[in-house]
């Protein structure tokens, strides 16, 4: 029952209450550093996987002992947070700025 739609019903009136401005969880959700966050998102899907599994290779394990528990849990989660927000600052950013400059005079002449 609770995957075919029980839980429906409360995840649209939050969807609803967001939209509509709601208060203090919106307003937390809308600031810079969520946000920041939020478009480094798509680094961090990437990143999810080849991260902890580099931190894993016998190199790291030598250095710094074996990742295991909370603790580990919470060095790769921090690993792929930090790697990210790098990527996407020093990466995504200007190659989307530079792919913009170039295709802005192409996607004008393509107007109807």
Avoid: D
Wanted: glycine content about 10%; some cysteine; proline content about 5%.
């Amino acid at each position: 029952m609770i995957h075919n739609g029980v839980l429906l019903p409360l995840l649209g009136s939050i969807v609803v209450g967001l939209t509509l401005g709601g208060g203090l969880l919106a307003r937390a959700l809308s600031s810079s550093v969520m946000v920041f966050l939020g478009n480094a998102s798509y680094a961090m899907y990437i990143l999810h996987v080849p991260i902890p599994s580099w931190m894993s290779l016998n190199l790291w394990e030598r250095v710094f002992g074996r990742l295991a528990g909370l603790q580990g849990l919470a060095i790769c989660c921090m690993a792929v947070i930090v790697v990210s927000c790098i990527i996407f600052k020093v990466g995504e950013v200007p190659l989307n700025r530079i792919l913009k400059r170039k295709l802005e005079p192409w996607l004008i002449t393509q107007k109807p």
